[in-house]
């Protein structure tokens, strides 16, 4: 298993693997207690049906994206709104008998199975996701970044060889880099003055690294050819990367141990299940499963675009 702390400028992100194993009622269905009365008030009646807060939560849960630009106020009003229509239309279906039709039943037992594998397996990541395997995955992680060297630079992007050594020559005059880079660089960064933050080898492409890895700190390069075009280069600061503190990572950290638990809970079910498929030959159906019931391991996710790829 491979993890890493992806880089921002404040700190590091946590790669996570990229497991789809969850449906988005699992946090819903891994919630506690039922509410209270008291804490669950009736909001609406229908011909007599009530609808309480806790609908109007598990509607929301459901719905999701769709409500994700509108505010409380305006989001509970349409989920309400919703809310109701459904009581509407559905107790109209049932007085047409639409749950006696074909359709109807398969669609109502493939939601039954999904929620049955949602709920399972959200007790599964949740009881998988203990302070001591957490602190486990970042001291692993921290150990494959700790003591790499990277390095802050600012450049100055433009579109021609001549225009980089124009550049340069300006500089030698005394101009101030961050000023210039905001005017002459055609980098989406440009307006930071071309700070590029911290970055490591391997996240930009190879013409760029190998100067600015090669600069002391406060050294302008000269011209530097790549694929977006022609760098001026000036590496601010050098230092051995170090892990951000568990608390800046803690969350992150617990959705990839939980996601991990899920996927190879699947995979160890999988095994002992015996699946036939039909649409394949017997061996290459065989070979599918084996290698569909492994859960993929976290990749780095510690890339940083190049320049220009910005």
Not at 241 to 251: C, E, G, S, T, Y
Not at 257 to 265: C, D, G, I, L
């Amino acid at each position: 298993m491979t993890t890493s702390f992806p880089e921002t400028k404040t700190g590091l992100r946590f790669g996570l693997a990229s497991l789809a194993v969850t449906g988005c009622l699992a946090a819903l269905l891994a919630a506690g207690s039922p509410l209270r009365a008291e804490d669950n008030p009736v909001l609406a009646k229908v011909n007599g049906a009530e609808i309480r807060q806790s609908d109007v939560a598990l509607a929301e849960e459901e719905l999701g994206p769709s409500l994700a630009q509108m505010d409380p106020s305006t989001k509970k009003d349409n989920v309400l709104a919703f809310l109701i229509d459904l009581k509407i239309v559905s107790k109209a279906a049932e007085d047409k008998k639409v749950e006696n039709s074909e359709d109807f039943k398969k669609r109502l037992a493939f939601t039954r199975s999904r929620l049955l594998m949602d709920s399972l397996l959200a007790t599964e990541g949740k009881a998988a996701t203990t302070e001591e395997a957490m602190k486990k995955v970042y001291e692993e992680a921290s150990k494959q970044i700790t003591g790499e060297m990277e390095v802050r630079a600012r450049h100055i992007l433009v579109e021609t060889e001549d225009e980089a050594k124009a550049v340069v020559e300006e500089l030698k005059k005394g101009a101030d880099f961050a000023e210039l880079a905001k005017k002459k660089s055609k980098d989406p960064g440009a307006s930071d003055g071309g700070d590029l933050g911290f970055f490591t080898k391997e996240q930009m492409v190879p013409e760029f690294s190998t100067v600015a890895f090669a600069l002391e700190p406060g050294k302008i390069s000269d011209p530097v050819k790549s694929q977006f075009g022609w760098h001026v280069i000036k590496v601010e600061e050098k230092r051995a990367r170090k892990a951000p503190d568990f608390d800046q990572v803690k969350a992150q950290i617990e959705t990839y141990v939980t996601r991990k638990a899920q996927a190879e809970y699947v995979a160890k079910l999988r095994e002992a299940a015996k699946v036939e498929r039909m649409d394949k030959p017997a061996e290459a159906a065989k070979n599918d499963t084996k290698t569909d019931a492994k859960p993929e391991a976290a990749k780095p996710a510690d890339s940083k675009m190049a320049p220009a790829k910005k």
